[in-house]
C-alpha cells in the first residue's frame, strides 16, 4: 500500500470511529430506556398529575422498584405485617437472584413491587412487560392478571414473552411481580416497562416491531438470494457464504420478534446463542476466501467457533443444572469470543489492505464501526433501545453491509471475468471455425489447381501440334476459345496479424454474402503485444454485432466501416455499422441484447471488460440521424507494438 494511500486510509478510519463513537452516544442519549426524559418512581412510589401524564404519555419504569429476594409475593403478603424491601433498584440493576452477590445463585425467586398515584378519574392505561425470566404471576392491585409460565418451585414451569395488559384505573395502582427463574442466564426483571397512554405505548411497540421485521425480512430476503445464487449459479462459495452470514444475522437478532409474536420455553433462546457463534465463525470463513489469506491465528478463532458453537447449542440443557461457574465461563467465553473474533477480523484486514487486496478498505472501515461499538457498549452499559437495536447489533448490522457490499463487487468482477473467458473461449472457437472454413476454401482451390494443370497438359499438347502444323488462325481461335475461363482470384488480405486478418476475411465474406458493404482500413504489426484470445474476443463480438444489427434493417444501404490504427503500445478500433433505431435499446448508457428482451448485451460487455483489462476504455453509442452505431475501443498493450520483418 503506497504511503499516499496510508495517508488518506487514516483519516477515513478516525472519522469512521469517531461517527460510530457519536451514532453510539446519539441512541444512548435520545433512545434508550433509561435515559428517556420523564418522572420516575422514589423508594417505591411513582407520583403521577395529570400534567405529567400530558407531557409524558410513555413512561419506562426503570427506578424505585421495591425488591424482595428469595420470595413469591402476592397481595395477601402486604395485608398484614407487610414485608420489608430487600433494596429499592432500578430494573437491570441485577441480572439475577444473586443480587451482585459474589458465590450467591443467580436462581430462585424474587419479587417486585411498584406503586403509581394517579389521577382520581379512571381511565384506560396500558402497561407493556418485556421478557420476564423466566416464570411470574403478574397482580394489579391485589388481582392476578396475568401469568407467564409457573413460578411455584415445586412445579416449575419456564415460559417466556412478551405481553401487553390493558388497565382501568385511577387513585393508586399497585404492581406486583412474582418470579422465579431456575432455567435461564438472567434472572427475574431485567428489561425495563412501559406504561402509558394506551396509543402511546402501542405506536412504539408497533413502530419497534415493524423495524425489527423490516431489518430480519430484508437480511433474510438477501441471504436466501445469495446462497440460492452461489448454489444455483455458478457455485460461487463467497455468495454461500455470505448468505448463510444474513441468516445467521436473522437468527441472532429476531428473538424480540419471536417472543412479541408468541411465548415459549426460554430453550428457544438456543436460535441466538448458536446464530452469533455460527456467525462469527462464517465471518471469519468469508475473510479467509475473500482475501485468499489464512494463518493459524484464524483457524484457531475458526477452531474456537466450533466449541461456542457446541457450548451454546447445549446451554439452555445445562443451566437448569444450576452450575454458577458454568454460566459465568459461558459468559466470559461469548465476550472473549466477540472480541478474538474482532481482533482477527480487524488483523486479516489490514495484512489484506497492505497486500493491496481490493474491498480490504470498505471491510476494515466495517470493522472499525463494530470494534468502537463493543468498546462503547463497556463504556456505556446502561442502554435498552426503546426503537433501534443494541450497539452491538446495529454495528453488526453495518458490518454486513460492508462485507456485502465487497461482495457484490467480488463476485460482480468474478461474473465478468467468467463472461470474458467464455467469450474468450466463444471467439477463440469461432476463429477455429474460421480458420478450418479457409482451409477448405484453400484446399478447393488445390483441386482447382490440380485440375487446371491436368487440363493445361492437355491444352498444351493440341496447341503444340497446331503449332507443327503452322495453323495459327486455328491456333489463335482455340487460345481466344480459353481464355475467358481463366480466373485470377486472389485472396485479400487485409494485415499481417493472422487473428485479426482471419476475422477481417471471414467476416468480409459473410457481408458479401448478405449484399453488406464492408470496408476495412487496417495496419497491424504480426505481435501487436495483446493476447491473441482476447483480440479475437473484442474483434468477433464487434464484427458479429455489426453484421447482426445489418441483417436486422429492412430497407436502405448496410454497411460496416472497420479502422484498426497502431501507436506504440497503444491499439484502436473505431467500427461504424448501420443499425435500425428499432432493434437498438439502451438504458442508463447500457445496450441490451436484442435478441433476449432486458438483458445487458454480452457481447459489448465482455469488450469493456477486456479494455479494462489492458487499462484502455470503450465508448459505444447510437447516431440516430446517421443510422449507424459506433464503437470505439481502446486497448493498451503489455508490450510495445513490434513492426514485422
Known amino acids: ?206 413502530t419497534r416491531l415493524i423495524l425489527r421485521c423490516l431489518a430480519a425480512a430484508f437480511a433474510l430476503a438477501v441471504g436466501l438470494i445469495s446462497v440460492f445464487t452461489g448454489l444455483l449459479g455458478r457455485k460461487n462459495r463467497l455468495a454461500v457464504l455470505y448468505g448463510l452470514l444474513c441468516i445467521c444475522f436473522v437468527g441472532f437478532t429476531s428473538y424480540p420478534i419471536l417472543r412479541t409474536i408468541s411465548s415459549g420455553h426460554p430453550a428457544f433462546y438456543v436460535i441466538e446463542y448458536i446464530s452469533i457463534s455460527a456467525m462469527l465463525v462464517v465471518v471469519m470463513l468469508l475473510f479467509k476466501t475473500l482475501f485468499e489469506y489464512s494463518d493459524r491465528f484464524q483457524n484457531v478463532i475458526i477452531g474456537f467457533g466450533g466449541i461456542m458453537f457446541v457450548f451454546s447449542a447445549a446451554l439452555p440443557f445445562l443451566l437448569p443444572l444450576g452450575n454458577l461457574w458454568l454460566m459465568a465461563a459461558y459468559s466470559f467465553l461469548i465476550y472473549a469470543y466477540k472480541i478474538l473474533t474482532a481482533a482477527a477480523l ?56 460492508c462485507i456485502g457490499l465487497a461482495v ?46 491436368h487440363d493445361l497438359r492437355h491444352h498444351f499438347i493440341v496447341m503444340d501440334e497446331m503449332l507443327e502444323s503452322r495453323d495459327f488462325d486455328r491456333l489463335s481461335g482455340y487460345i481466344s476459345s480459353h481464355r475467358g475461363s481463366i480466373t485470377y482470384d486472389e485472396p485479400i488480405g487485409y494485415t499481417q496479424n493472422i487473428v485479426a486478418d482471419v476475422l477481417l476475411r471471414h467476416y468480409a465474406r459473410l457481408a458479401a454474402e448478405r449484399d453488406i458493404m464492408f470496408s476495412v482500413q487496417a495496419e497491424l504489426v504480426r505481435n501487436i503485444g495483446i493476447v491473441e484470445s482476447d483480440l479475437c474476443a473484442v474483434l468477433s463480438n464487434l464484427l458479429e454485432n455489426a453484421v447482426e444489427a445489418c441483417q436486422r434493417i429492412n430497407s436502405g444501404e448496410r454497411s460496416i466501416n472497420i479502422t484498426i490504427a497502431q501507436k506504440k503500445t497503444t491499439l484502436s478500433i473505431y467500427l461504424e455499422n448501420s443499425a435500425d433505431k428499432d432493434t437498438v435499446h439502451s438504458r442508463g448508457g447500457r ?55
Not at 592 to 608: F, H, I, M, T
Open 591 to 645: 445496450f441490451y441484447s436484442a435478441k433476449e428482451q432486458n438483458r445487458v448485451g454480452y457481447g459489448l460487455a465482455s469488450v469493456s471488460a477486456i479494455a479494462e483489462r489492458y487499462t484502455g476504455e470503450t465508448e459505444f453509442h447510437f447516431d440516430e440521424a446517421r443510422g449507424v452505431f459506433i464503437s470505439k475501443v481502446l486497448l493498451v498493450a503489455t508490450e510495445p507494438l513490434v513492426k514485422s520483418v
Open 408 to 453: 457484490a463487487r467480488e463476485v460482480a468482477e468474478k461474473y465478468k471475468e467468467n463472461a470474458v473467458m467464455s467469450e474468450r473461449q466463444s471467439g477463440m472457437e469461432r476463429l477455429a471455425a474460421m480458420q478450418r472454413a479457409n482451409y477448405e476454401l484453400l484446399m478447393e482451390t488445390v483441386e482447382e489447381t490440380k485440375e487446371a494443370r
Open 1 to 206: 500500500m503506497s504511503a499516499g494511500n496510508r495517508n488518506r486510509l487514516l483519516p477515513l478510519l478516525i472519522i469512521t470511529c469517531a461517527l460510530t463513537v457519536f451514532s453510539c452516544l446519539y441512541l444512548y442519549l435520545f433512545d434508550n430506556k433509561y435515559t428517556e426524559d420523564g418522572p420516575q418512581a422514589r423508594e417505591g412510589l411513582l407520583a403521577l398529575s395529570e400534567q405529567l401524564l400530558t407531557d409524558n404519555p410513555v413512561l419506562f419504569l426503570t427506578e424505585g422498584w421495591e425488591y424482595y429476594g428469595g420470595r413469591l409475593l402476592s397481595p395477601e403478603s402486604f395485608v398484614q405485617d407487610a414485608p420489608v424491601p430487600d433494596a429499592f433498584i432500578y430494573i437491570g440493576q441485577y441480572g439475577g437472584f444473586d443480587a451482585n452477590i459474589i458465590g450467591a445463585s443467580p436462581h430462585g425467586s424474587a419479587s417486585y413491587r411498584l406503586r403509581i398515584s394517579l389521577p382520581e378519574t379512571p381511565r384506560d392505561y396500558l402497561l407493556e412487560l418485556p421478557e420476564i425470566f423466566s416464570a411470574y404471576r403478574l397482580y394489579i392491585n391485589g388481582e392476578l392478571t396475568a401469568t407467564m409460565g409457573n413460578p411455584d418451585t415445586a412445579l416449575y414451569r419456564p415460559e417466556t414473552g412478551n405481553r401487553t395488559i390493558g388497565i382501568k384505573a385511577g387513585g393508586e395502582l399497585v404492581i406486583l411481580v412474582a418470579v422465579s427463574d431456575y432455567t435461564h442466564l438472567y434472572s427475574g426483571m431485567v428489561y425495563p416497562p412501559a406504561f402509558g397512554e394506551p396509543g402511546a405505548v402501542s405506536s412504539i411497540l408497533n
Open 346 to 401: 480487524t488483523i486479516s484486514a489490514i495484512i489484506a489492505l497492505r497486500r493491496d487486496k481490493s474491498h480490504a478498505v470498505t471491510i476494515l472501515c466495517g470493522l472499525m464501526i463494530l470494534n468502537t461499538a463493543l468498546v462503547m457498549d463497556r463504556v456505556l452499559p446502561h442502554f435498552e433501545p426503546i426503537l433501534g437495536g443494541w450497539f452491538y447489533e446495529t454495528a453488526a448490522f453495518a458490518l454486513i453491509i
